[in-house]
């Protein structure tokens, strides 16, 4: 599992990791495969430890494979 920081000004509930409370400045843990999702808005959330599951695709990547899929 990835981690990434959570640098909003107020707690937030977090629906993907079952609906919890993350607090300003906590780290907490992340699927690999989701990891892109959060760091891709750097006001946010900020990297702590990248996945280490390289052979995990970015959600860019997997996003752009599925709509090309959808439309053929």
Do not use: S
């Not at 977090?14 to 808005?41: A, K, S």
């Not at 702590?48 to 997997?62: I, M, R, S, Y």
């Amino acid at each position: 599992m990835a981690r990434v920081r959570f640098i909003g000004p107020e707690p937030v509930t977090v629906p993907e990791l079952d609906n919890r409370t993350v607090e300003p400045d906590e780290v907490v843990e992340v699927p690999d495969h989701r990891f892109e999702g959060y760091v891709c808005q750097p006001g946010t959330w900020e990297a702590v430890e990248e996945p280490k599951d390289e052979a995990a695709p970015p959600l860019k990547k997997t996003a752009a494979k599925t709509a090309k899929g959808a439309e053929d």
